[in-house]
């Protein structure tokens, strides 16, 4: 078995583990990274990425597509483990600098120290001091 972490969450898959490739059903990789096959190419809601000409073998088996090599193509890191048994793909420079240029904090929900939750979007309009502590 295989774990994909993503944007999209974790996945375990029935991938071959290979340190080089990831291969992945269409059911997988769009489970895995939110993109499917279409006859345009690798499509994630109204973004579509043809597949280049001659170098479709790199990108598509059957039904299968090489995950990790799609993500580089993208232009997005890709870590794995030595064995392949476990892979990471991140996001690219392009959208982190996106989200930072928004001046918009992700949401997040963290609990106070009577255990209730609070989320960031329950103080949106309001001004909010953020004091963070790491042990490491």
Not at 11 to 29: D, G, I, K, Y
Not at 70 to 93: H, I, R, S
């Amino acid at each position: 078995m295989t774990t994909v972490m993503s944007d999209a969450g974790e996945t375990v898959c029935a991938a071959a583990e290979s340190p080089n490739e990831l291969w992945l059903s269409q059911a997988e990789t769009l489970q895995a990274t939110g993109w499917q096959i279409k006859p345009e190419g690798l499509c994630k809601g109204e973004t579509c990425v043809p597949i280049p000409a001659g170098r479709e073998a790199e990108f598509l088996r059957g039904d299968e597509v090489n995950v990790a090599g799609f993500w580089e193509y993208l232009g997005n890191p890709v870590a794995t483990t030595d064995t392949g048994d476990a892979w990471f793909l991140g996001e690219g420079a392009e959208q982190r600098n996106e989200a930072l240029m928004s001046l918009e904090a992700p949401n997040f929900t963290l609990p106070d120290f009577s255990g209730k939750l609070h989320s960031l979007t329950d103080f949106r309009r309001k001004r909010v001091l953020l004091i963070t502590w790491a042990s490491w």
